[in-house]
């Protein structure tokens, strides 16, 4: 008994003696973030800007809403961005403006404090189209937790859309992707003694709208890509879809029928692949000793008038090439992929009592 006494008499002596150490953590002064692109897609071009604040400071941000920003081309043609939204800048909503392939463009922000921001000047560079784009039958871990907030995995069925395209250039074959997915649904309906079919359309759920993807083809090799995952769907994520209808209407089922699934290629420069690539990273990052930190992320913007004037930017001018697919997974985990023409004219959250012309049927 006395050993055992000794013992624990130790433990709380270490347990006493010990201090509490606080590290000192750099609370640097805030510093300009900037997010702009423009593209060859005719329509409506942002940039993004903001504050950042502080460690110590809430909120994190603080959006700019006083600047005067423009593009401009090596012709000196300027078109320019107005504010919209509290640090959201846009291009004249009465004039379309589309990058055209080959040109170059600089994005320049002016601030009332009299400090000007510039890009490094970005070509627009020609876009391979998307030679495929494609879905498999994959089984993925996906990490959830429990009522008590226990991290745990659990195992899903799904489909993974992968796309591949053929390089232009023996070298900078660099791209950034975004995708939306539309999810076919009908439902079956019970009135009185007659039943009835509705069909409708909603995008699909909000936790797969990462929109943060890049690719870059010279490392798979004859300046192709090739097979490039982009991302992983759960079964159960289409197949629970409950349609918001009355209580007093009677839902025999609802099928799932379909994805919808539009992917757009954008080509990018190497200074803006680089900055997406290590943000890329940062989302990425899982806590290991040397994960990137976000200080690495520089851009291609600078402050013209002040060297030391930090800022954290991107400006990208790209080329853009579009893949509309539809895919299709049953019960039984069978796959299908169909490639499209086009998207089509989607009304969506809304349930039709005939069939959409632009429906796209099961294929088995």
Same mark, same amino acid.
């Given at each position: ?10 433990? #709380? ?5 010990? =201090?509490?150490?606080?590290? $000192?953590?750099?609370?640097? @002064?805030?510093?300009? *973030? ?28 603080h959006r ?68 495929? #784009? ?5 089984? =993925?871990s996906i990490?959830? $937790?429990?009522?008590?907030? @226990?991290?745990?995995? *659990? ?83 289409l197949y ?125």
């Amino acid at each position: 008994m006395l050993k055992y006494l000794t013992i624990l008499l130790f433990v #709380l002596t270490l347990i006493s003696c010990q =201090e509490v150490f606080i590290p $000192e953590v750099d609370d640097p @002064e805030p510093f300009l *973030i900037i997010e702009g692109s423009v593209s060859t897609i005719p329509g409506y071009h942002q940039v993004t800007l903001m504050w950042s604040s502080k460690f110590s400071h809430n909120p994190a941000f603080h959006r700019i809403d006083n600047a005067n920003i423009y593009l401009e081309d090596r012709q000196g043609n300027r078109t320019y961005f107005y504010r919209i939204n509290s640090g959201v800048y846009q291009t004249d909503s009465l004039e379309i403006f589309a990058a055209v392939l080959g040109e170059t463009y600089t994005l320049t922000v002016e601030l009332d404090n009299g400090n000007i921001y510039r890009s490094k000047p970005q070509t627009v560079v020609e876009c391979p189209d998307v030679k495929s #784009l494609y879905c498999r039958y994959a089984r =993925e871990s996906i990490l959830t $937790e429990n009522a008590y907030g @226990e991290a745990y995995e *659990i195992p899903f069925d799904g489909i993974s859309s992968y796309t591949s395209t053929d390089g232009l250039f023996p070298y900078n074959n660099y791209y950034f992707y975004r995708y939306v997915g539309y999810e076919q649904h009908k439902t079956i309906i019970r009135i009185g003694v007659n039943s009835y079919y509705l069909y409708g359309h909603r995008r699909l759920s909000g936790k797969y709208a990462r929109q943060l993807l890049i690719g870059n083809a010279d490392d798979y090799g004859n300046n192709a890509l090739r097979d490039k995952k982009l991302i992983f769907i759960a079964k159960d994520d289409l197949y629970t879809y409950v349609p918001p209808l009355p209580d007093t209407i009677e839902i025999l089922s609802t099928q799932f029928e379909g994805l919808l699934f539009r992917l757009r290629q954008y080509s990018l420069s190497p200074d803006a692949f680089d900055f997406w690539h290590d943000a890329e990273n940062q989302l990425e990052a899982k806590g290991r000793l040397f994960d990137p930190v976000a200080p690495q992320l520089h851009g291609n913007m600078y402050c013209v008038n002040d060297s030391l004037q930090k800022v954290v930017g991107i400006f990208s001018a790209s080329d853009v090439k579009e893949q509309v697919s539809y895919f299709y997974i049953d019960r039984r985990n069978h796959i299908y992929t169909k490639e499209l023409e086009s998207m089509p004219n989607l009304i969506l959250d809304t349930l039709m009592w005939g069939r959409p012309e632009d429906w796209v049927d099961i294929p088995f």
